[in-house]
């Protein structure tokens, strides 16, 4: 089976794409509970009017607080400025973009650049509501947006990444 798609990937979905692979990384999965646990003690040493050393409840629970603020912070602001650093110094990024999906694996070119992963060097396929990502290290994908993909040949496609890569592949029914 062979798949060939053509598409533009604007900044927004861009964006988009980029936080949702962001939210999947491993050390921001470690931020995020370590967020809410220095929330959560903050809180305790407030409610609880407990100083921890030298340090007063009240600056315990404004630096718990800090912390998960900044994370969060970090998730909205981070891609976009992700994205328009790479849109700005990569002429790929931004340009017309064709995929290749083939029994051999992952062709992907576009303005300037050319790529190409066999499906052992895959990690995982997953499936998201607006795209397709192709994890070819553990937080670090190559995304497919799903609107360039007809919705009668989905589940055709689907059948064929279950095929390709097994059970790395986590797609929707």
């Given amino acids: 089976m062979n798949f060939v798609f053509e598409f533009e990937l604007p900044a927004d979905e861009q964006v988009r794409a980029s936080r949702l692979i962001s939210l999947r990384r491993p050390i921001t999965m470690v931020m995020a509970a370590a967020s809410v646990l220095a929330a959560l003690l903050g809180t305790v040493a407030f409610a609880t009017d407990q100083a ?4 007063d409840p009240q600056f315990l629970l404004a630096l718990g607080w800090c912390f998960p603020m900044s994370v969060v912070a970090g998730l909205f602001i981070g891609p976009p400025v992700q994205v ?5 110094n990569n002429r790929a990024a931004a340009g ?18 050319t790529a190409s992963l066999t499906w052992d060097n895959v990690v995982r396929v997953v499936e998201s509501r607006e795209f397709i990502l192709f994890y070819f290290a553990k937080s670090w994908a190559q995304l497919l947006p799903k609107r360039v993909v007809s919705p009668e040949l989905l ?14 592949a ?4």
């Fill in 155 to 168: 589940p055709t496609l689907r059948s064929a990444l279950t095929q390709w890569v097994g059970a790395r």
């Fill in 52 to 55: 921890w050393g030298a340090y």
């Fill in 170 to 173: 986590r797609l929707m029914s």
């Fill in 84 to 88: 328009r650093a790479l849109r700005k």
């Fill in 96 to 113: 017309p973009h064709v995929y290749r999906l083939t029994d051999s694996g992952l062709a992907m070119s576009s303005t300037g650049a």
